[in-house]
């Protein structure tokens, strides 16, 4: 059984390839072959594969330029997202810095022409800014706000370009602006659009053939696709009769759109004709699509997995086109779907449950990070690993959660942390009442946001817990803020309204330390030393704190920032969250008593 659940964390997977826009046949993967995720470029003429990068700690973020010469990739130091891109030559060859001369930042996007043109977006305590970089000069700074942003795309002609910006304060609702770089290396204000307050827009990328900008809005309380000229100032929104949240992205053509579906943690790939008004679905299996792409030949590729089955990279006529090296993980139960009346509305939740378990059985709520995120019916290894040990596993969709239109979403910003446990809290009381849960064996565990709940849940429902395993979490809120990232800075002030100082008594009545006297079930921590999003300062205290009152803890360090990406050490996090579970539900009786860190 052990080594079941530790093959699906060390089977080899790839993402879904992308290529160079000038130089099709020139892809870039990103792998944990060697045991750490890292990047790999891919000749599908030849199909000569290479890996770019080999780093202790691991690289997810890199991207191709437009010809397929150069693969760029951000140089961090030990997983805390800050540092610089570097690049090097598509076969091989030492890496250089790619914009000599600009200091480390956290990503704020990243966008390159085919005549070496690049514009860089970076994230400081100063706020953003975006950097245009030629071959041979100095960066120079073309856009700057204190207040937080992205930068998306530039066209093909290189003279536009756009970012998605929070100058009116609220980084969870940006605004879109498209520049026009002028000859002198200066910029101009082409056009501005912003819905208004609570209503986000995000720039997606322009039309292959134009300056037609695809931008995703929320005018009808969900996320729909819209293309913006902002030359002409005309606006075009895809109304589609499809159920959901619906994003979007070019076909090489510019003539239709692929359309992503995304219903009820669940998702479909339309093809979207923009001349006909046609939308025809691709032929997909029931699961996720956790990205999808149409290639100049028309054909569609796509990452697909479901609960039971792990993924696959595959095109639209049934061909898989990048297969792993090495055995494949082992399959997993199906995931069921329940829908629970909540405080706020119907809560959906996914609970698996293993083969021929007698109810009722231990059972663990995983609760989802982000909040800007949501449970989906794809393949996960740590879901599978709790199955396998005979633990169910239900996941909430809580308010707060992406999926279910901006008004779920937005839900919690009254009430942050506590609005989300309403609903676990109601899918709990299910869970026990339906006979499924053992009340006795219960466990609240979460990673990021789903760690930070997981604390909360701990002092304010205490009796509703047999024990919680926090990863990387938010654990004293006031501290958290101090230390962390602006960019998520900025995402607090926008769901508390202003920042600790403004409104303390929201961050005091919302901060798990605040409820700590009260936590009983014993407490399993988990945290990165070099953490940007959840940082170790504020952790600690919150440990410091447990310990002057006794309460029983256990604590699991990590030489890494926001979890890790190297195999070896997944196992370990999730080793050490199997054997506290099973000694405190009583489902091993071996292991020592909880420890004082």
């Known amino acids: 059984m052990g080594e079941r659940w530790q093959d699906r964390f060390r089977a080899s997977r790839v993402s879904l390839p992308s290529w160079a826009r000038e130089a099709p046949d020139h892809s870039m993967f990103r792998s944990n072959a060697s045991g750490t995720w890292e990047i790999y470029t891919w000749d599908r003429a030849t199909g000569e594969q290479c890996q770019v990068t080999k780093r ?86 073309v856009y700057s706000h204190r207040q937080e942003g992205w930068i998306s795309d530039l066209s093909r002609d ?40 609570g209503r986000d827009l995000t720039p997606v990328g322009f039309a292959p053939d134009g300056h ?3 931008v995703l809005h929320e005018r009808y309380d969900r996320v729909e696709p819209l293309i913006w000229d902002p030359l002409s100032g005309t606006e ?5 009769d499809l159920p959901g949240e619906l994003s979007a992205g070019w076909t090489p053509d510019g003539g239709s759109l692929l359309i992503a579906q995304d219903h009820r943690a669940r998702s479909r790939v339309h093809r979207h004709d923009l001349a006909t008004g046609a939308t025809t679905p691709l032929d997909i299996p029931r699961g996720l699509v956790s990205a999808a792409a149409a290639r100049p030949d028309g054909t569609v590729e796509y990452s697909w997995s479901s609960s039971e089955h792990p993924p696959v990279v595959r095109d639209t006529t049934g061909t898989t086109v990048l297969a792993p090296p090495g055995p494949t993980a082992p399959s997993s139960v199906p995931v069921r779907d329940v829908t629970v009346p909540g405080p706020g509305g119907d809560i959906h939740a996914l609970v698996s449950v293993p083969a021929d378990a007698a109810a009722p059985v231990p059972t663990v709520f995983i609760v989802h990070g982000g909040p800007e995120s949501h449970d989906v019916d794809a393949f996960a290894p740590d879901v599978a690993a709790w199955v396998d040990h005979g633990f169910a596993v239900v996941r909430v969709n809580y308010r707060g959660s992406t999926g279910y239109g901006t008004a779920w979403r937005d839900a919690l910003e009254s009430r942050v942390g506590l609005t989300e446990l309403e609903d676990i809290k109601a899918v709990r009381d299910w869970s026990v009442a339906s006979g499924l849960a053992d009340p006795d064996r219960l466990v609240l565990e979460g990673g990021s946001w789903g760690g930070y709940l997981t604390l909360l849940g701990l002092g304010v429902y205490p009796e509703d817990w047999s024990l919680g395993i926090a990863a990387m979490p938010i654990a004293d809120y006031v501290t958290s803020y101090a230390d962390q990232m602006e960019a998520l800075c900025a995402f607090d002030r926008s769901m508390f309204g ?3 100082d403004e409104v303390p008594d929201l961050y005091r009545r919302s901060s798990p330390i605040t409820y700590v006297e009260n936590v009983s079930a014993p407490v399993l921590i988990l945290a ?9 300062r504020q952790i600690d205290n919150y440990i ?27 196992i370990r996090h999730m080793s050490a969250e199997l054997d506290f579970a099973q000694r405190f539900t009583g489902t091993r009786t071996e292991g020592p008593s909880p420890r004082t860190a």
């Open 56 to 141: 202790h700690h691991g690289t997810m973020s890199g991207t191709l330029d437009p010809t397929g010469t150069w693969v760029w990739w951000f140089d961090d130091t030990d997983g805390d997202e800050f540092g610089v891109w570097r690049r090097q030559p598509f076969r091989g060859g030492p890496d250089a810095p790619a914009v000599p001369g600009l200091p480390s930042s956290y990503i704020g996007g990243l966008a390159l022409g085919a005549s070496g043109l690049a514009l860089v977006g970076r994230s400081t305590d100063d706020g953003f800014s975006v950097h245009l970089s030629r071959p041979g000069t100095q960066p120079r700074t």
């Open 158 to 197: 290189e003279s536009l370009f756009a970012i998605g910006h929070s100058e009116h304060g609220d980084s969870r609702h940006m605004a879109v602006r498209v520049l026009r770089l002028l000859h002198d290396g200066t910029t101009e204000t082409v056009a501005d659009l912003w819905d208004g307050p």
């Open 212 to 214: 037609r900008l695809l």
């Open 236 to 240: 075009q929104e895809i109304r589609l």
């Open 498 to 500: 202003g920042s600790p």
């Open 528 to 536: 990165g030393e070099n953490d940007p999003r959840c940082p170790i």
């Open 544 to 570: 410091t704190r447990l310990a002057e009152l006794g309460k029983p803890h256990e604590v699991y360090r990590f030489d890494a920032g926001h979890g890790s990406f190297v195999v070896e050490e997944q």
